[in-house]
């Protein structure tokens, strides 16, 4: 299970932007800094900008900046937004399920409240909390550790 | 954010099994219902053998049954085993992160909370709740509405 390489970049998108608030920062500082593709650290910016959270000055001397105090971008509402859908099984997909299951099957329900318990401790945190650093992290920041990571190889078409 | 198609069909497989457990099934039967390629589907019960949740009965009459009660198959312990990995960003995998803000970041912690939680709420479900209908649904059977889904486009490298 992975969030896309969008919501990533995005995410450090606003955390640099956070991080450098008393200037215009361009796309290409930040492509540079991470050694993103600038076309597609374009299109993020500009899915932060349709959601309000990346403001673009235009012009010579232009660049970005956020659009929003730190304390007022929730992360789960900007994971909403560049994730391009929560699918965790063909039955999410309206247009595309066929599963013969579906009719009579819990596991939609069951998988689509564990999405919504992801989604609700990112809805707990803003960028603000992202930013700060030592005793004042959120509670999280250490939880990491307890997620199982294995080693099938990711090979098959998945 | 999606579960591989492997986790999906390695559910699917278990609750077919949970269905007819007076009888074996061929993987060719599982394959047929749900339209799926036996040789990808041949690698996925390899897979929950490995778990011990599936037995294969060798010989001319031979086929799938499940290894444990249904009561005793824990879906979150499948998913673990199912899914590649939980990398919610490229800090996530060690060999290839290469993020120059990994040392000062929280960013990690946070997503390791939430995938904490997603998980948690699996721990709880074993394979006889996806089999039950009706009333006895677990409680997480009506909770998909409350997930926003959103449009925009998948075609972006991701």
């Known amino acids: 299970m992975r969030l896309t390489t969008y919501?990533?970049?995005?995410?450090?998108?606003?955390?640099?932007?956070?991080?450098?608030?008393?200037?215009?920062?361009?796309?290409?500082?930040?492509?540079?800094?991470?050694?993103?593709?600038?076309?597609?650290l374009t299109k993020v910016v500009h899915q932060l900008?349709?959601?309000?959270?990346?403001?673009?000055?235009?012009g010579r001397n232009g660049g970005l900046r956020l659009g929003k105090e730190p304390a007022q971008i929730n992360i789960g509402q900007v994971v909403r937004s560049t994730e391009p859908d929560f699918f965790m099984a063909e039955c999410f997909d309206r247009d595309r399920n066929e599963c013969v299951l579906s009719s009579a099957c819990v596991l939609k329900g069951v998988l689509g409240t564990a999405t919504a318990a992801y989604l609700a401790v990112l809805d707990d945190v803003?960028?603000?909390?992202?930013?700060?650093?030592?005793?004042?992290?959120?509670s999280g920041s250490v939880a990491v550790k307890s997620i199982r990571v294995h080693s099938r190889p990711r090979s098959q078409k998945e």
């Open 7 to 40: 919501t990533d970049y995005a995410l450090r998108t606003l955390m640099y932007l956070a991080a450098n608030r008393d200037r215009l920062v361009t796309i290409q500082d930040i492509a540079d800094l991470h050694g993103i593709a600038k076309n597609h």
């Open 49 to 58: 900008g349709l959601l309000g959270v990346v403001e673009t000055v235009r």
């Open 126 to 138: 803003t960028l603000e909390n992202l930013i700060k650093k030592g005793s004042d992290r959120p």
